[in-house]
C-alpha cells in the first residue's frame, strides 16, 4: 500500500525558517518524480515544486523561487521542503504527493500545516 | 505560466442530477488535463487523468471530456457522497498549475 506521511509543519514567525519532511513507502520511491503542494486555510490547491526521480531536476512556482527548496534523499524513501524567509502568506496545509506521468498526483500524503505568525 | 480557469465557482445541486463543471487553459494543453475531488480536511483524490481517462476505483458516473483549451467534467447521476470540491489541474508544463476549484453544494 502507497503511504505518504508528511512532518514538520507548525508555527513559526515571519522570517524564520522550517523543513518539512516526508515519508514514503509501498512503491519504489526513485522512480517517480515527487510534489510539494500547499493549500491556505479556505483556498484552493498551490503546486509548489516537484523534483525529478533522481534529483537532477528542480521546478518551483515563481513566487517561491529563491526562498524555497526541494530535495530528496532516495536511500530513505524520503522528500524534503526547505522553507527559508517565511511569510503570513506561507500559512497553509503542505502536501506531498506522487508523481506519476504525465504530471498525474496520484497518491497524497494527509499533509501538514504551517503557520507563519508572530 | 500556464493559467487554469474553472467554472462556475460554485454550484448548489441535488441527488440525481446532472452537473458539468468546466475548465480553460490560457494555452492549449492538448490532454494533459487530470479532475481532482477534495473532500472537507481530505487530501484530494484523482478522478480523471488524461482529459478522459476513470482512474482506477472511480465510479463510471464521472466522465471527463476536451483537448486543446476546453475540458469537461460530468457527474451524470450527482450521489450524496460527489458534495466536495473539484479541481481542474494542467500537466502540460511543470510544475504543474491547478484552476481555482468548483465546490458542489446539496441544494
Known amino acids: 500500500e502507497v503511504q505518504l506521511v508528511e512532518s514538520g509543519g507548525g508555527l513559526v514567525q515571519p522570517g524564520g525558517s522550517l523543513r518539512l519532511s516526508c515519508a514514503a513507502s509501498?512503491?519504489?520511491?526513485?522512480?517517480?518524480?515527487m510534489s510539494w503542494v500547499r493549500q491556505a486555510p479556505g483556498k484552493g490547491l498551490e503546486w509548489v515544486a516537484n523534483i525529478k526521480q533522481d534529483g537532477s531536476g528542480k521546478y518551483y512556482v515563481d513566487s517561491m523561487k529563491g526562498r524555497f527548496t526541494i530535495s530528496r534523499d532516495n536511500a530513505k524513501n524520503s522528500l524534503y521542503l526547505q522553507m527559508n524567509s517565511l511569510r503570513a502568506e506561507d500559512t497553509a496545509v503542505y502536501y506531498c504527493?506522487?508523481?506519476?506521468?504525465?504530471?498525474?498526483?496520484?497518491?497524497w500524503g494527509q499533509g501538514t500545516l504551517v503557520t507563519v505568525s508572530s | 505560466d500556464i493559467q487554469m480557469t474553472q467554472s462556475p465557482s460554485s454550484l448548489s445541486a441535488s441527488v440525481g442530477d446532472r452537473v458539468t463543471i468546466t475548465c480553460r487553459a490560457s494555452?492549449?494543453?492538448?490532454?494533459?488535463l487530470n479532475w481532482y475531488q477534495q473532500k472537507p480536511g481530505k487530501a484530494p483524490k484523482v478522478l480523471i487523468y488524461a482529459a478522459s481517462s476513470l482512474q482506477s476505483g472511480v465510479p463510471s458516473r464521472f466522465s471527463g471530456s476536451g483537448s486543446g483549451t476546453d475540458f469537461t467534467l460530468t457527474i451524470s447521476s450527482l450521489q450524496p457522497e460527489d458534495f466536495a470540491t473539484y479541481y481542474c489541474?494542467?500537466?502540460?508544463?511543470?510544475?504543474?498549475?491547478f484552476g481555482q476549484g468548483t465546490k458542489v453544494e446539496i441544494k
Open positions: 504527493a506522487r508523481e506519476a506521468p504525465v504530471a498525474i498526483l496520484d497518491y
Open positions: 509501498g512503491f519504489i520511491f526513485n522512480s517517480f518524480w
Open positions: 494555452q492549449s494543453i492538448s490532454t494533459y
Open positions: 489541474q494542467q500537466g502540460y508544463s511543470t510544475p504543474g498549475s
